[in-house]
């Protein structure tokens, strides 16, 4: 079975600050690897995923999440954030030979970003 | 085009109606999804269609009845609700390709309240 582990419930940081959250699972076969998204009363919006490759996967909003095998890990980073980068952010594993719809999801973490 | 719609956005019912929720992707996906999502959680699985067959239903209660009439739409049918069911619904689909993790992709959501 697969575990995924936010560890912050909450991150508040000021505009254009950096920012890590952060992402631990757990699986004794290969994943792949997501961060979603959510903004206030919306759905969920694929943000980024790591499939296979290189360890460093980027979105088009300047967020990036490195792969860590050996600490099981796969924080999200932004050297910058936004007012707009408000939202819920989800880390979620899916695994070889799971069931379909295997996609196991963290408790979320809250970024809040103040002025 | 990564595009899922949900209708409605928002649905107020009572206890005694009977409503449907509706989603609909144009992207090829032979897998769909219906999650349910309170405030400040992570969705949980309700049901899968794989193939327009249901494979999975996470022990939902028969008041909520899945349906799927093709391979792009996916329906929720809502009899005789209670207020705790009161929650985000959101739809989902991937691609369906057997044996392996797959990337889901969500729609909006619908925001339901059950007086």
């Known amino acids: 079975a697969q575990s995924v582990t936010q560890l912050d419930s909450q991150v508040p940081v000021f505009e254009e600050a950096p920012v890590e959250l952060r992402c631990n699972y757990s699986?004794?076969?290969?994943?792949?690897l997501f961060w979603y998204v959510q903004y206030p009363n919306q759905g969920l919006q694929l943000l980024l995923k790591?499939?296979?490759?290189?360890?460093l996967v980027e979105s088009i909003n300047g967020f990036e999440a490195e792969f860590n095998k050996s600490q099981t890990s796969f924080h999200l980073r932004k050297p910058s954030v936004h007012i707009s980068d408000t939202a819920e952010y989800f880390c979620a594993v899916s695994a070889y030979g799971g069931s379909q719809g295997n996609l196991i999801f963290g408790k979320g973490t809250k970024l809040s970003v103040k002025p | 085009d990564t595009e899922v719609t949900q209708t409605p956005k928002h649905l107020v019912m009572g206890m005694t109606n009977k409503k449907s929720l509706k989603c609909e992707q144009h992207m090829g996906h032979r897998a769909m999804y219906w999650y349910k999502q309170k405030a400040k959680k992570p969705p949980e699985l309700m049901f899968v269609y794989s193939y327009e067959k249901l494979s999975i239903n996470e022990s939902v209660p028969s008041r909520f009845s899945p349906e799927c009439p093709n391979s792009s739409l996916l329906n929720l049918h809502l009899h005789a609700l209670q207020p705790e069911d009161s929650a985000l619904y959101l739809c989902?689909?991937?691609?369906?390709?057997?044996?392996?993790?797959?990337?889901?992709?969500f729609g909006p959501g619908t925001r339901l309240l059950v007086l």
């Open positions: 790591y499939l296979s490759g290189s360890t």
């Open positions: 989902a689909s991937s691609k369906g390709l057997a044996g392996g993790p797959e990337t889901q992709y």
């Open positions: 699986s004794s076969v290969s994943v792949y």
